[in-house]
């Protein structure tokens, strides 16, 4: 049986592992924490994610377990609704809890045979399929995956690292106690002229939201939240959420942004985070991140041979990666570090193009082109 070793277990190294199993491969995943563990809170998964969920038998399950949403909202800071587009087809998004997706995911992995070593940090691997970890201890594969987060270790252990950056914006998220009453489920998103508030359901009686601001501003970075701070800057947010935020278990992290020169080195292939970290202003990590995976997985199942596939995966899936996180980029630019003058154009733009997200490249949407 052919064999791959992973390192990390995130959403996209568990996933991968999934794929991989489902297409007839043994595998094992090395964690580095000493148990697998989602943070930040919530997590929005748009149609691309969705696909390959589907396509892993899991859509049902994680559909009954979070919230399908009816809308995404677009307000300013006092609540005037600038955008309210449906949600349907290829825009469909489904919210969650992250910890329920990883343990619906770690379920499906227990089910499907696949070994996951906790406390095994991978420190290098070797294009001959050589994963290297901590205690010096070497694991021979077909395929070796990289799915270890923004460091990448074994992706900086290859040289293949072109761009790594923290970007200078960046959000705290939490998980409240928190109902809107409203029987319609909205992803409610509002913007002052440089930070956004998003509000979303997640279901059992739950909201994840999410603050986010230029690093600058060392109030609104603050954890716990600043309640006065970001009760000043989004009037038309209730305060009582702020207060609630301000008491949970809430964490902050700086964007992120790779670029790597390659993307894989012989049998080695990077994917998620390691590969194509982007700004979480258009929601779509890790829809890119599991349909790269899922592309890859249909690439070393062609019939040639590991390193041409990987070769081949590149050269399929790296313009349309490009040019979401080159996206992203500008949407998080605009969102929060826009001369405060222009703020009044970018309300103009929100509601004219119903959010901001028509953009296409080939008739395709950014979320119809993540559709695998
Ligand atoms: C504020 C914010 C909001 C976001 N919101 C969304 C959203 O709503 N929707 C969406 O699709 N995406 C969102 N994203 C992006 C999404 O969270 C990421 O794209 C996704 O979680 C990446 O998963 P991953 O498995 O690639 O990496 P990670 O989640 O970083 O997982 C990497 C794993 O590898 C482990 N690891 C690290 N180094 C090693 C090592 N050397 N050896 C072994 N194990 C190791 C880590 O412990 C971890 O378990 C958001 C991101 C941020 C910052």
Known sequence: MTHAEIAGAGLC????????????????????????????AGIVLHEGACSVFEHLGLIDEIQEQGVLLDGSAALDSDGRVLADRELDGEFRQIALPRQTLMGLLLRAAEALDVE?????????????????????????????????????????????TAKKISRTNGATRALVKWESGESRTVLREYWSTDKRVGVIPVGDGLTYCYLSSPETDRRATAVPIDVAHWSAAFPGVP????????????????????????????????????????????????????????????????????VTALQQWEAKARPDTEWIQNW????????HNLPSPLAYVRSRMISRSNGMRGWSRNGKSFDGALVT
């Open 13 to 40: 190294g568990i996933s991968t592992a999934l794929l991989l199993r489902q297409a007839g491969w043994s595998v094992r995943v090395h964690e580095q924490a000493s148990s697998v563990r989602e943070i930040g």
């Open 116 to 160: 996951i070593v906790t406390g095994s940090k991978a420190i290098a691997a070797r294009p001959d399929g050589t994963l290297v970890v901590d205690g010096d201890k070497e694991f021979h594969a077909d395929l070796v995956v990289a799915a270890d987060g923004f460091h990448s270790a074994v992706r900086d252990s290859l040289k293949l």
């Open 239 to 306: 305060r009582e959420l702020f207060e609630l935020l301000s008491r949970a278990d809430a964490r902050h992290d700086s964007y992120a942004y790779v670029k790597p020169r390659a993307w894989a080195k012989g049998s080695v292939a990077i994917v998620g985070d390691a590969l194509n970290a982007l700004p979480p202003s258009l929601g779509l990590g890790v829809s890119l991140g599991l349909r790269n995976a899922r592309l890859m997985v249909d690439a070393i199942t062609s019939g040639v041979d590991v």
């Open 328 to 335: 992203s980029l500008r949407r998080e630019r605009l969102a």
